[in-house]
Structure formats: C-alpha cells, structure tokens
T-cell receptor, first 106, second 117 residues
C-alpha cells in the first residue's frame, strides 16, 4: 500500500485545457509538496503547503487536511507544462507519490 | 543564487568501485536531503541532515551507503563497493527548515546520474 496515491498516472491534454492532478495520502503530515520533474530530469519544487490554497502564475495548489487530499491545477495549459508532477508529504517520514506524467499537445 | 550544486553530473563506474557524490547546498539553508530515483522505486529519501547532523538515515539501503556533512556547505554520499543495482539518479536538495523540510520549499540540485556496469 502506498502512503501517497496520485491520479491520474498519465494525462494527455490539448493546449489551453484546464488540468487537475490529484493526490491523496493516508498518513499524518506537516506539509505537502508538489514537485515538477522536467524531461531532462531536473526537479523543481512548485509548492509547499500545509493548509488552504496557493497560486503561482497558472498553477494552483489546494489541500484539504480533513480529507487528506490535495490537487494541483494548471490553467491554460501549454506544451512547456509537459513534465512529471510528483506529490510528496512530510510527517514522521517523507513519502512520495509515483508521479503523474503530463503531456500537453499543441 | 547558484542553487544546489551537485557533482559529478554523470558517472559511469565498474562494479566494486567506490563512488562519491558531492553536494553544495544553498548558502544559509540548514537542511540537506539526499534522494535516489529509479524507474522501479521512484523517488526515495535516503538521508536527511539538519544543521549538519544526520537526523534520519532510515532510507539508506545498506551499509555500502554512507553520507557525511562535515560543514554547512558540503555533503557527500558514498557507495562502496558499488553494484549495478545502485544505478540511479541521486538528487541532493536543501531547505531552510526545522524538520524534514516541512517549514519551507525544498530546492533540488540537477542530480547525479550514476551507472554501475
């Protein structure tokens, strides 16, 4: 059983579409991270949140602590958003989701 | 800011050889993490330092792996002897946090791509 579950595993979207990636976790956490891994392998931390909602450009992350669920939204998706998005939680230990591979087609 | 700097970027080595990966965290950050990423297991936390002290090394796979942080600006991850199953991308990351990166954003290096043949 994975402590962090992401869905979908793979996602293909047309440029301009609104995208949602979901993350559910089963452990107590102090923070949740959304990471973006580019095709070249580099990892960028997009958000760190412990409650509510954060926005950065076209990216929005929300978390519901009671439901142990977080979503990452991308508005007006663009081919450069194509990457693997990883959800990670920190609590007593560090747990990672298996990632969502996003491809945005022009 | 130069970000987290890792070296080497790529290494190919023969089974049985010692491998040393190096990391320079962002200046002022007090937490440093070593991760390993493989196709089979995804991203895994190997070890976490806070203020140069190893806090949690439960992710270190076995005694062949060791990590040190002699000062706030440098850390090493050593594999001795290396085995083909150690082939992976090893990421170093740092943050300004009090516990397991929960306080602030974690900044990743570009990774060290290790191939053991």
């Amino acid at each position: 059983k994975n402590e962090v579950e992401q869905s979908p595993q793979n996602l293909t979207a047309q440029e301009g579409e609104f995208i949602t990636i979901n993350c559910s976790y089963s452990v107590g956490i102090s923070a949740l991270h959304w990471l973006q891994q580019h095709p070249g392998g580099g990892i960028v931390s997009l958000f760190m949140l412990s409650s509510g909602k954060k926005k950065h450009g076209r990216l929005i992350a929300t978390i519901n602590i009671q439901e142990k669920h977080s979503s990452l939204h991308i508005t007006a998706s663009h081919p450069r958003d194509s990457a693997v998005y990883i959800c990670a939680v920190t609590g007593n230990q560090f747990y990672f989701g298996t990632g969502t591979s996003l491809t945005v087609i022009p | 800011d130069a970000g987290v700097i890792q070296s080497p970027r790529h290494e190919v080595t023969e089974m049985g050889q010692e491998v040393t990966l190096r990391c320079k965290p962002i200046s002022g950050h007090n937490s440093l993490f070593w991760y390993r990423q493989t196709m089979m297991r995804g991203l895994e936390l190997l070890i976490y330092f806070n203020n140069n002290v190893p806090i949690d090394d439960s992710g270190m796979p076995e005694d062949r792996f060791s990590a040190k942080m002699p000062n706030a600006s440098f850390s090493t991850l050593k594999i001795q002897p290396s085995e083909p199953r150690d082939s992976a991308v090893y990421f170093c990351a740092s943050s300004l946090a009090t516990y397991r990166g929960s306080g602030n954003t974690i900044y990743f290096g570009e990774g060290s791509w290790l191939t053991v043949v």
